[in-house]
């Protein structure tokens, strides 16, 4: 079965310095989302995409956080600078744009942040 | 604004017991899905079960089986004959068919089940 791939894994990263994520939706999903999880929490909506146009970012820290996909097919998440409270993970899901459409989700980056 | 309520943090089973994990909801909507979701230990979400409101079925998979109750706003989880791999974070989680809520998924905040020996 098809799976959305992410990377890195695990991400441990000094106070300040950026990060990237990446993220491949499964093949023909038009629809791809970034969630932030803490640990003991649910997931949290940080952007969604549908192909190439951002149409949920409400939830997304602009000051520090940016996302682009730019040909509508992979993602990548980029944090600059990274603080304490952004060690969490972060999961990467993709779906098909129709009516009984469900999310399938990538195995997540966890990062850390010292 | 939906939201969506587990009231037990955490559950325990034995062992080839049957559990039942609760999820509530409030939506002015008509029509929505309902979804649990998984995570193990390795935190990948996992879709378990889908409702679809407008079905009056209850959703089966396998061993796992949903009471929903849409007058009540209720979507329960049952888990017949429990294993050890069963032993996870499960979420109930809404989704809007309405686009201009960019049908957004609306998570609760999750039950821990431990499954016993």
């Known amino acids: 079965e098809a799976e959305v791939a992410q990377s890195p894994r695990y991400k441990i990263t000094e106070k300040s310095q950026a990060v990237a994520f990446w993220c491949d939706p499964i093949?023909?999903?038009?629809?791809l989302y970034w969630y932030r999880q803490i640990l003991g929490q649910g997931p949290e909506l940080l952007v969604q995409?549908?192909?190439?146009?951002?149409?949920?970012d409400s939830q997304l820290p602009k000051d520090r956080f940016s996302a682009e996909r730019l040909k509508g097919v992979d993602s990548t998440l980029k944090i600059q600078p990274a603080e304490l409270g952004d060690s969490a993970m972060y999961l990467c899901?993709?779906?098909?744009?129709?009516?009984?459409?469900?999310?399938?989700f990538g195995s997540g980056t966890q990062l850390s942040v010292l | 604004a939906q939201t969506v309520t587990q009231s037990q943090p955490e559950m325990s089973v034995q062992e080839a017991e049957t559990v039942t994990l609760s999820c509530t909801y409030d939506?002015?909507?008509?029509?929505?899905?309902l979804f649990w979701y998984k995570q193990p230990p390795s935190r990948q979400m996992i879709l378990v079960i889908r409702?679809?409101?407008?079905k009056q079925q209850n959703a089966t998979e396998n061993r796992f089986s949903v009471n929903f109750q849409k007058a009540a706003k209720s979507f329960s989880l049952k888990i017949s004959d429990s294993q050890l791999g069963d032993a996870a974070m499960y979420f109930c989680?809404?989704?809007?068919?309405?686009?201009?809520?960019?049908?957004?998924?609306?998570w609760g905040l999750g039950t821990s089940l431990a499954v016993n020996p």
């Open positions: 995409f549908q192909d190439e146009s951002v149409v949920d």
């Open positions: 899901a993709s779906s098909q744009e129709r009516r009984n459409e469900k999310l399938f």
């Open positions: 939506t002015s909507e008509s029509d929505y899905y």
């Open positions: 093949s023909g999903h038009a629809t």
């Open positions: 409702q679809e409101a407008y």
């Open positions: 989680a809404y989704r809007s068919l309405n686009a201009g809520n960019n049908r957004k998924l609306i």
